[in-house]
């Protein structure tokens, strides 16, 4: 659902600040024309599949292009393209003094449960256990183009979204069956993944 914040024209389509009867054309802008410097937005959906499809890569449909469907694929289209101005915020002061990772990348598709697991153990959590439940395993329809994002990757084997772990500190309530098994000790025993040092050993 479009964020509030941003006039819609008659179209319904994004409109622009000084004519909102006009839609705003796919490009970048400064959002602080809409939006006030007290208010709050929502956090852009990134997680395994939809990222997948917002940069047009992975299995789930036909590449067409590179990094072209962040608006279709966004939970609020009108934020995407935008930007805001901070050299003057206390961010934008410490770039200017620090250097910045601005060449930096994530290892895994999506949030960061699964990139804190590639940054340990270089993998995908394998998920050993009965499913709890079935809208756990992500489906998606190249038809209707509709995605069922869950916990559990399309072919239900490995966790890809946040699951919270077997021993705490966990989410209080959170049935055991609903958390992730972490083994990383016992080659043997189910949900077995090595952390970097212990694979590292192995392969020295």
Not at 56 to 64: I, S, V
Not at 80 to 108: I, K, M, R
Request: proline share 10%; with cysteine; hydrophobic share 35%.
């Amino acid at each position: 659902m479009p964020d509030p914040q941003f006039p819609a024209s008659p179209d319904g389509n994004l409109g622009t600040w000084f004519d909102h009867t006009v839609a705003l054309p796919l490009i970048p802008y400064d959002f602080s024309t809409y939006i006030d410097k007290t208010a709050k937005t929502g956090d852009i959906i990134h997680r395994f599949y939809h990222e997948q499809l917002q940069i047009d890569n992975g299995l789930l449909e036909p590449k067409k292009g590179d990094l072209d469907k962040f608006v279709t694929w966004s939970d609020n289209p009108g934020l995407v393209l935008s930007y805001l101005d901070a050299t003057n915020f206390p961010e934008g002061q410490l770039a200017q003094e620090y250097t910045l990772c601005d060449n930096f990348f994530h290892s895994a598709y999506g949030g960061s449960f699964l990139n804190h697991q590639w940054l340990i153990s270089a993998n995908s959590p394998p998920w050993t256990a009965p499913i709890p439940l079935q809208s756990w395993v992500s489906t998606y329809n190249p038809a209707t183009k509709a995605l069922n994002e869950a916990q559990l990757s399309v072919d239900s084997k490995y966790g890809v979204n946040t699951i919270q772990p077997l021993l705490a500190p966990f989410s209080p309530g959170t049935v055991p069956d609903r958390r992730l098994l972490i083994n990383n000790t016992d080659p043997n025993a189910p949900g077995y993944n090595p952390t970097s040092a212990t694979a590292s050993m192995t392969l020295a």
